[in-house]
């Protein structure tokens, strides 16, 4: 990657955040949320200055879903309003500018994968929030990247894989939903395959700026990636109770916001273009599960 400064990274509590830092080791400098507040650009106007960095990727994202219903004023200046100003920022540097998006921006209707062209239409506030990033970093021009992403976990934070193994361990029975339809990512994963989209960006000979699909190959429901999950877990003999999960729909399961029920994505456009293509879900959720080990029994946080 022919960058002569470090990569800038917001976000270095989160899922992803944490694999990009640990992949860049002393080539990145991470921000937490309590040092960088996305509610003040002045603080982290003062930040990106003394950082000089080569390249920002903002991993820091307001990810409340359900919370954001009542707080979308909060959801949008975090998601859409902050990253626009650190994209106006990084085109007057002249650096390149790594965004994430997500699957929430379209409506879910119909099965056929999603284009990066596909009309969007967000069904929940966190959505919106996250399509107004979307519009403010695209607007703010330069060299950016805009990665759209779904069902994003590793084996530390707060997700589905360890909210599974939690409740694994103390159910012997379970209900999760099984008409949303996506493909599950591991941050690891995701991670890797940003550094390698912004190194074949750089050795483009122009910087192909846009919006691309990034996310583990394959597709399933929420109902057997769980089955996956426990299958996988008990064959690394982890101390599980579950003996039987269910499937149910959405509308057995309300929430205060309405989650898309077709988030596959057409991954076509950034294997292309940028001749990266993540490997299956599978292989993603088996790393994962190899790398937290024994320690899937430890309580973590996000």
């Known amino acids: 990657m022919n960058l002569t400064g470090p990569i800038l990274v917001f976000g270095a509590s989160g899922q992803v955040g944490r694999a990009l830092l640990k992949i860049l080791g ?25 950082s000089s960095p080569s390249a920002v990727i903002n991993a820091a994202a ?42 929430y921006v379209f409506s879910g209707e119909g099965s056929h ?7 969007v239409g967000p069904l929940n506030a966190y959505g919106r929030s996250k399509l107004e990033g979307e519009i403010q970093v695209q607007s703010a ?3 950016f990247l805009i990665f759209r992403t779904s069902w994003v976990y ?7 894989l360890t909210t599974m193994l939690k409740l694994g361990k103390s159910k012997k029975t379970l209900e999760i939903v099984n008409d949303q339809w996506g493909a599950p990512t591991y941050a690891g994963h995701l991670a890797q395959a940003t550094l390698q989209c912004l190194s074949s960006a750089l050795l483009s000979n122009s910087f192909p700026s846009g919006i691309y699909h990034l996310c583990n190959d394959g597709e399933t ?26 499937g149910i729909s959405s ?17 076509d456009k950034t294997q292309n273009t940028l001749g990266v293509r993540l ?13 937290i080990g024994g320690n899937s029994n430890e309580s973590h946080s996000s």
């Open 221 to 246: 429901n929420w109902l057997n990636f769980a089955h996956t999950i426990f299958q996988m877990a008990t064959q690394k003999g982890l101390p599980l109770v579950i003996e039987q999960v269910y």
């Open 113 to 119: 994968p999603w284009q990066e062209n596909s009309p």
């Open 62 to 103: 307001y990810t409340a879903v359900d919370l954001a219903e009542t707080h979308e004023s909060l959801a949008t200046e975090i998601n859409g309003k902050t990253p626009g100003l650190i994209a106006q920022w990084c085109t007057q540097e002249q650096i390149p500018f790594i965004h994430y998006s997500t699957d």
């Open 26 to 50: 002393h080539h990145g400098i991470g921000f937490f949320s309590s040092q960088a507040d996305f509610k003040n650009f002045s603080t982290l106007f003062d930040l990106l200055k003394k």
């Open 154 to 160: 590793d084996g530390i934070g707060k997700n589905f």
């Open 251 to 267: 509308s057995d399961y309300p929430t205060p916001a309405k989650r898309p029920l077709n988030s596959r994505l057409n991954l």
């Open 141 to 143: 021009g330069g060299n």
């Open 279 to 291: 490997p299956h879900w599978k292989v993603g959720l088996k790393e994962c599960l190899e790398s």
